[in-house]
């Protein structure tokens, strides 16, 4: 759950989709997180399930009523989780939101608020992989 915690505390404190956890760029770098040993592949049915423990132990919180901003983690929790995260780690965990980042943005138009929230998202994003 490590893992998805960092990754979450990459993006826009006022909250993203929650099908950005679920993209192949997301459940990828979790399959890849786990243990040596185990060999699972990390499913989308599984990354939602995570989301459900992180909101049970108040890391993060949901609304089902804004969609687009369905996931939200509060700023000095996220400031906490990078501030305590390896730099070597930075790279990896920046890379696999941009890469979920683009999984989701459609090619075509957009409903205004799906493209603001992504927008921001992104924004923060490159803030962060700037530091």
């Known amino acids: 759950m490590l893992p998805l915690v960092r990754l979450l505390a990459l993006l826009d404190p006022s909250g993203h989709p929650e099908a950005l956890s679920t993209t192949p760029p997301v459940t990828e770098f979790l399959t890849a997180a786990r243990s040596q040993g185990d060999k699972a592949v990390t ?50 965990l920046t890379t696999t939101i941009a890469d979920a980042l683009i999984a989701i943005w459609p090619p075509t138009d957009l409903p205004r608020e799906l493209a603001r929230t992504l927008r921001t998202n992104a924004t923060t994003l490159l803030q962060h992989a700037e530091k």
């Open 43 to 92: 499913t989308a049915e599984e990354a939602v399930r995570a989301l459900r423990v992180l909101r049970r132990y108040a890391l993060i919180s949901t609304d089902p009523h804004t969609p687009h901003r369905q996931i939200r983690m509060h700023a000095r929790a996220a400031r906490a989780i990078r501030e305590t995260t390896p730099t070597s780690q930075h790279p990896d």
